[in-house]
């Protein structure tokens, strides 16, 4: 399931520690997992040119080796709908430590989620779905199961969470698709137990699940 291409970019970063979210992205996307279309823009015009195939609105986030939580530093805008505010989004990240260039994604919608594992010593990987985006600090609705997990330990894993009503359709916003959601967990804890050896921990946060496709917007690994 570890192509060689997915070797090369872990080892890319060995020295720095953990990978930032392009790369890891592109890891993902390697691995079979769905990801937004996105870039990693050097200059302001890359970006444009991005945003000009893909559509506004966009989301602009820094890349840095030096910056792990990007909203920690102002370093992640979302709703961006034209060149200037985009150009203006490259300029300000531009001043962050360590600066080297900005992810821009395609806009996604959907009920945010955060799927996770951490290597355990005694364990190995144990994997984690929650309530995600920037809540899950606060409110730390998550539930944990050991790797490799089935389809029905998410549904378990679903169904023991606080916020389970509102990816089931509450209020008549759109329900999430279990199976699609399931899969991508199932997978993922898959490909957490062939990582085993070179990671401590892999976040993909949020996770943006509709009726239609789950979607990683965001994912950062933490190498040994």
């Known amino acids: 399931m570890v192509t060689p291409e997915m070797e090369r970019i872990l080892a890319a970063w060995e020295e720095t520690g953990w990978v930032p979210e392009p790369d890891a992205k592109r890891l993902f996307a390697l691995a ?3 990801v937004p279309r996105f870039t990693w ?5 890359e970006a444009c040119r991005f945003a000009a195939e893909t ?12 910056i792990m939580h990007k909203s920690d530093v102002g370093g992640v805008e979302v709703g961006i709908a034209n060149d200037e505010q ?4 490259f300029d300000r990240f531009s001043a962050l430590d360590g600066f080297e260039g900005m992810v821009v994604d ?4 959907g009920a945010e989620l955060i799927v996770g594992a951490t290597v ?3 364990f190995g990987p144990v994997v984690l779905l929650g309530a995600g985006g920037i809540g899950v600090e606060l409110y730390r609705d998550t539930a944990i199961r050991m790797a490799p997990i089935e389809q029905k330990d998410v549904l378990s894993m679903m169904n023991s969470l606080t916020a389970h009503r509102l990816f089931e359709g509450f209020r008549g916003s759109e329900p999430v698709d279990i199976g699609i959601l399931s899969s991508l967990v199932v997978n993922f804890s898959h490909l957490a137990m062939a990582l085993e050896s070179r990671i401590e921990s892999i976040d993909l946060n949020p996770v ?3 009726s239609k496709r789950c979607v990683i917007a965001d994912a950062r690994i933490i190498l040994t």
């Open 32 to 34: 079979g997992f769905d």
């Open 41 to 45: 823009a050097k200059t302001p015009g």
């Open 55 to 66: 559509g506004y609105p966009v989301v602009a986030k820094v890349v840095s080796p030096r």
């Open 86 to 89: 985009l150009r203006a989004a």
């Open 106 to 109: 395609e806009t996604i919608s």
């Open 120 to 122: 355990d010593a005694q």
């Open 208 to 210: 943006m699940c509709t």
